[in-house]
C-alpha cells in the first residue's frame, strides 16, 4: 500500500527567508513524486516531480525538492520566501504499477509574514 | 491551448437535483479523473477513467456517475444531489503512464442546498 504524509498542516515564515515543507511517503514500488501549488479559488499547478532521474528536481518559482529513499522523503524547499508564494501545497505519490494510484496527501498552508 | 476545461465554475442545487459537471482536456490524454475539495480533508477520489470506455471508482463514488465515450470528455454527473455533496470538484488527466502529472480544470463550486 501507499501512502503520502505531509508533515505541517500549517507553516509560517517570514518574507526572505527559507521555506521547509516535509513530505513522507510510503510505496511498494518505485514511486513517482510530485508537489502541487493551488492558490485561492484556484487549480492545483505543478511545481516539480520526480521519477527516477536526479534525486535533487528544480521546478518553478525557485522551488526545489529532493528524494531521499532512505528516508522515503520528498521535502519541498526554497532559499527566500516571497509573499506570493501563500498557497496551499500538495505532495503526491503516483505508484509505478498502474496508473490509476495516485495518492494526495492532506495539504501544507505556507503563510508569508511581511 | 485550453487544457482541462470545467463548466460550470459555480453551481447552486437544490436537494434532490441532478446536474452535470462537465470537464474536456485537448491534450489527448487517456487517464482523466474527479476529485472533490473539502476543508481538511485535501482532495478524494471520486471517480477516473483510464481510456474511452472505461471507468472505475475512487475513494468517494456514492452519489455519482461518469461516462467516458470520446478521449476528450468526461462528464461527472449527481443523480439526486444531497448537502453532504456541497464541495469544490476538480477535473484532472493525464497520459496513461505511471510517471505523468496530472493537469487540472480551475474547479467547480457547487453548493447544495
Known amino acids: 500500500a501507499q501512502s503520502v504524509t505531509q508533515l505541517d498542516s500549517h507553516v509560517s515564515v517570514s518574507e526572505g527567508t527559507p521555506v521547509l515543507l516535509r513530505c513522507n511517503y510510503s510505496s511498494s514500488y518505485s514511486p513517482s513524486l510530485f508537489w502541487y501549488v493551488q492558490h485561492p479559488n484556484k487549480g492545483l499547478q505543478l511545481l516539480l516531480k520526480?521519477?527516477?532521474?536526479?534525486?535533487l528536481v528544480k521546478g518553478i518559482n525557485g522551488f526545489e525538492a529532493e528524494f531521499k529513499k532512505s528516508e522515503t522523503s520528498f521535502h519541498l524547499t526554497k532559499p527566500s520566501a516571497h509573499m506570493s508564494d501563500a498557497a496551499e501545497y500538495f505532495c503526491?505519490?503516483?505508484?509505478?504499477?498502474?496508473?490509476?494510484?495516485?495518492?494526495f496527501g492532506s495539504g501544507t498552508r505556507l503563510s508569508i509574514r511581511p | 491551448n485550453a487544457g482541462v476545461t470545467q463548466t460550470p465554475k459555480f453551481q447552486v442545487l437544490k436537494t434532490g437535483q441532478s446536474m452535470t459537471l462537465q470537464c474536456a482536456q485537448d491534450?489527448?490524454?487517456?487517464?482523466m479523473s474527479w476529485y472533490r475539495q473539502d476543508p481538511g480533508m485535501g482532495l478524494r477520489l471520486i471517480h477516473y477513467?483510464?481510456?474511452?470506455?472505461?471507468?472505475d471508482q475512487g475513494e468517494v463514488p456514492n452519489g455519482y456517475n461518469v461516462s467516458r465515450s470520446t478521449t476528450e470528455d468526461f462528464p461527472l454527473r449527481l443523480l439526486s444531489a444531497a448537502p453532504s455533496q456541497t464541495s469544490v470538484y476538480f477535473c484532472?488527466?493525464?497520459?496513461?503512464?505511471?510517471?505523468?502529472?496530472?493537469?487540472f480544470g480551475e474547479g467547480s463550486r457547487l453548493t447544495v442546498l
Open positions: 477513467s483510464v481510456g474511452a470506455g472505461i471507468t
Open positions: 503526491v505519490v503516483r505508484n509505478s504499477v498502474g496508473a490509476s494510484k495516485i495518492i
Open positions: 484532472a488527466s493525464s497520459y496513461r503512464t505511471d510517471t505523468g502529472e496530472l493537469f
Open positions: 520526480y521519477t527516477s532521474a536526479a534525486t
Open positions: 491534450m489527448n490524454h487517456e487517464y
